[in-house]
Nanobody, 127 residues
Framework: QVQLIESGGGLVQAGGSLRLSCAAS????????MGWFRQAPGKEREFVAA????????AYADSVKGRFAISRDNTENTMFLQMNSLKPEDTAAYYC????????????????????WGQGTQVTVSS
């Protein structure tokens, strides 16, 4: 049983920073790509960032490139999302997800390719 638990969300002013964490358990963490997605009220869930199993490849949505950084620590089965220069439009529930296929190439930016999801952590950016 794969479990993903996010933490680190909160309320921050525009221009501030937050670091999200996703603790994983239940299968060989380093074999699977991981991703962050977000969903704002009234909007569809959207891709934010993804990272390959070994952590050498990453992908970002254009809206967060240069501001967000995804990383992972396979010794601790944890993934991170460092969010800098936050904007009010970054306000959303953020979800971590695990790819359904081990060592997928290229890493996926499609929510349908992720089969395990965390419960979400709220990020609110005030103007």
């Amino acid at each position: 049983q794969v479990q993903l638990i996010e933490s680190g969300g909160g309320l921050v002013q525009a221009g501030g920073s937050l670091r999200l964490s996703c603790a994983a358990s239940g299968r060989a963490f380093s074999l699977y790509g991981m991703g962050w997605f977000r969903q704002a009220p009234g909007k569809e869930r959207e891709f934010v960032a993804a990272i390959s199993g070994p952590g050498r490849r990453t992908a970002y949505a254009d809206s967060v490139k240069g501001r967000f950084a995804i990383s992972r620590d396979n010794t601790e089965n944890t993934m991170f999302l460092q969010m800098n220069s936050l904007k009010p439009e970054d306000t959303a529930a953020y979800y971590c997800a695990a790819d359904s296929v081990a060592l997928r190439v290229p890493i996926s930016t499609v929510a349908g390719n992720y089969d395990h999801w965390g419960q979400g952590t709220q990020v609110t950016v005030s103007s």
